[in-house]
């Protein structure tokens, strides 16, 4: 089992800057891949970022657009998402996923095994 803690969120101004981070612990050898998903209220959860746990590969969702970058810290089995230039559009619940099998498909909710209960990002205009 992973256990997945997100931390960070907040409140933030347009075009402001929010760092989260996700702390993963547990059995953390069998992370393959770390991802953010966000939700929005009525919305469905969104893919945000993946990233490949032993080599930093990262994959992000087509609304990113340059503003977000995902990190990791192996040995402190950490994550972060450094996001700059946040819209009011980017208001969501963000959650941590983790996964323990490879996948081609790291943009799905379903290659994740693992999840944190979200950190709540509000950008006001």
């Known amino acids: 089992q992973v256990q997945l803690v997100e931390s960070g969120g907040g409140l933030a101004q347009a075009g402001g800057s929010l760092r989260l981070s996700c702390a993963a612990s547990?059995?953390?050898?069998?992370?393959?891949?770390m991802g953010w998903f966000r939700q929005a209220p009525g919305q469905e959860r969104e893919f945000v970022a993946s990233?490949?746990?032993?080599?930093?590969?990262?994959d992000y969702g087509d609304f990113v657009r340059g503003r977000f970058t995902f990190s990791r810290d192996t040995a402190k089995k950490l994550g972060h998402l450094q996001m700059n230039e946040l819209e009011p559009e980017d208001t969501a619940i963000y959650y941590c996923?983790?996964?323990?099998?490879?996948?081609?498909?790291?943009?799905?909710?379903?290659?994740?095994?693992?999840w944190g209960r979200g950190t709540q990002v509000t950008v006001a205009s």
């Open positions: 996923a983790a996964a323990n099998s490879r996948s081609l498909l790291t943009s799905r909710r379903e290659a994740y095994a693992y």
């Open positions: 547990g059995l953390t050898s069998s992370i393959i891949y």
């Open positions: 990233i490949v746990w032993s080599n930093g590969l990262v």
